[in-house]
Every structure is written in C-alpha cells, then in structure tokens.
C-alpha cells in the first residue's frame, strides 16, 4: 500500500489484520483507511481454481 500523501508517498506494509481498520503512515503521519479485500480478488496465498471448459465438438 501507498501513503495517498503526495509529499510523502511511502510505501506501507499492512498485515492482514489491519484491513477494515486505520493505520498512521510511520514518515508523515497521515491516517489512512486500509481497503477491506474485495470479493472477485483473491486473498494473497488463495488461488482459484478454475476448470477449463472443454469445446463442445458439433
């Protein structure tokens, strides 16, 4: 994640369990809302599995 300060612009290393919550940019300060993970985006070390739709000969 990137400090949304544009002065600062540091790249922060949230751990999971502060998604939902605020953190404080450790260089400038500022409070920032990490972002809860969406739906249809995997959770990092989750994969999807998708099967391969297989063509269907006429």
């Known amino acids: 994640m990137i ?3 544009l002065k600062c612009r540091s790249v922060l290393s949230v751990p999971d369990h502060a998604r939902g919550k ?5 260089s400038c300060g500022m409070r920032i809302g ?5 739906s249809n985006n995997p959770v990092e070390g989750e994969a999807l599995e998708k099967e391969p739709q297989q063509a269907k000969s006429g």
């Open 3 to 5: 400090c949304p300060n």
């Open 34 to 38: 990490v972002p809860m993970p969406s």
């Open 22 to 26: 605020k953190v404080r940019c450790k």
